[in-house]
């Protein structure tokens, strides 16, 4: 009966170090310190989304990671943004296109 008192006792022991180990080393996670509840990072300018824009983007963090709505947000305005970039290439292509063969040579 002792023995398996001892056994279970340094099970606990080695459990307790390997949870303090892995937390000293892999922390939580987070680059960032964590935001106050209910307050939320993801910002971006109502058009003409820069690089820099989208390197200060953050994500607030959830239990599971990070909020999902506003990720969805973001892909959905990025989509846009994007969608209406192509389209004003592909309307400035076509201009030069017709200028090149209306022009004489």
Known sequence: MTTALIYLVVMILVAAV???????????????????????????????VT???????????VVRGYKMSEVDWVLQRLGGELDSLRARVAELEEQVAETDHEAPR
């Open 51 to 61: 690089g820099e824009d989208l390197r200060d983007l953050r994500f607030q963090l």
């Open 18 to 48: 390997v949870f303090v180990l892995a937390s000293v080393v892999f922390g939580r996670g987070e680059e960032l310190p964590p935001l106050p509840p209910g307050a939320s990072p993801t910002r971006l300018p109502a058009s003409g």
